[in-house]
């Protein structure tokens, strides 16, 4: 049923909030590196949960949010990576608006 309602609507690109980076092959450094199923129980779960707008939040916001360690960052780099190049270009201006 939800695979008929994203395509009926075209949502196929805006779906992709719902990813969760840390458990999808297509997010690599979430397979391989233990930090980020840290982040999960930490509660950064769903891409749109992490984002405010077309921007992934930035690394001091999800800090504060989400008590990250400062030595974070490069996995914060990563992840913005990610939502930059498979995400945030094809999500329509309207995916994420809070």
């Not at 129980?41 to 008590?67: I, P, Y």
């Not at 974070?72 to 190049?85: A, E, I, T, V």
């Not at 945030?88 to 309207?94: N, P, V, Y």
Request: positive net charge.
């Amino acid at each position: 049923m939800w695979y008929e309602v994203v395509r009926k609507y075209s949502l196929t690109d805006d779906s992709k909030l719902l990813i969760w980076p840390f458990q999808t092959h297509k997010f690599k450094p979430g397979e391989l590196d233990k930090t980020f199923a840290r982040w999960r129980d930490k509660g950064m779960t769903a891409m749109c949960t992490l984002v405010e707008g077309q921007h992934l939040k930035s690394f001091e916001k999800l800090q504060r949010e989400f008590d990250l360690d400062n030595g974070d960052l490069f996995r914060y780099f990563q992840l913005r990576n990610f939502y930059d190049s498979e995400i945030k270009k094809r999500i329509s201006t309207e995916g994420n608006q809070r």
